[in-house]
């Protein structure tokens, strides 16, 4: 059964930083696009950060550019998305999914996902 779990989330003052993990079980990461989506309240869920499976390449939307990583470690089979310079508008549920196909750059079409992780809350709040 195809698992992924994420983890990280939490509460933090505008201006912080998180480390999400996304640790995948029933199948490899290094055959899969990854990406990280987010839902804020009231929104469409909308692409975040995306990696290709060999980790060569990368995608952000314009919104993160800059703050946030996408990093993937196949031997533990775990994607991270490290986020800087939170803003209160980066308030989100977000999900890691998985892409069994290859697109560069990888791309943040829901579409392709074929399996997501639960859901974990960030709130960046004062």
């Known amino acids: 059964q195809l698992q992924l779990v994420e983890s990280g989330g939490g509460v933090v003052q505008p201006g912080g930083s998180l480390r999400l993990s996304c640790t995948a079980s029933?199948?490899?990461?290094?055959?899969?696009?990854m990406a990280w989506f987010r839902q804020a309240p009231g929104k469409e869920r909308e692409g975040v950060a995306a990696?290709?499976?060999?980790?060569?390449?990368?995608n952000y939307a314009d919104s993160v550019q800059g703050r946030f990583t996408i990093s993937k470690d196949n031997t533990k089979n775990t994607v991270y998305l490290q986020m800087n310079n939170l803003e209160p508008e980066d308030t989100a549920v977000y999900y890691c999914a998985a892409d069994p196909t290859m697109h560069i750059p990888p791309l943040f079409l829901s579409d392709l996902y074929d399996s997501w992780g639960q859901g974990i809350q960030v709130t960046v709040s004062s």
């Open positions: 990696v290709n499976s060999n980790a060569e390449r990368t």
């Open positions: 029933g199948f490899s990461l290094r055959f899969y696009t």
